[in-house]
């Protein structure tokens, strides 16, 4: 069992950043591929970055060059930095911990990209 808790969503100006935050408790967090989603009112829920246990790091075509996934297994924390924000980048955000047999999600952080 894993309890994830995101964090460091908020209203930016288009063209700014945010730094997500995602802190994890209960199970061993390393063995867990980590992943940030997003869902934007009236879409449906999309992958937005993935970083695996072994490492290897996935984005969205959308957001390549624009956000970094990280974490640091010692904290049991992920995070995503998201710079040059867009509009279309506004959306609930939530963190996800997987192995092949479960997947574990937190509550959502609003993001809100406007002038």
């Known amino acids: 069992q894993v309890q994830l808790v995101e964090s460091g969503g908020g209203l930016v100006r288009p063209g700014g950043s945010l730094g997500l935050s995602c802190a994890a408790s209960g199970s061993i967090f390393s063995i867990y591929d980590k992943g940030w989603y997003r869902q934007a009112p009236g879409k449906q829920r999309e992958l937005v970055a993935l970083?695996?246990?072994?490492?290897?790091?996935n984005y969205a075509n959308s957001v390549k060059g624009r956000f970094t996934i990280s974490r640091d297994n010692a904290k049991n924390m992920v995070y995503l930095q998201m710079d040059s924000l867009k509009p279309e980048d506004t959306a609930v955000y939530y963190c996800?911990?997987?192995?092949?047999?479960?997947?574990?999600w937190g509550q959502g952080t609003q993001v809100t990209v406007s002038s």
């Open positions: 996800n911990a997987a192995t092949v047999n479960y997947s574990y």
């Open positions: 970083i695996t246990r072994g490492g290897r790091i």
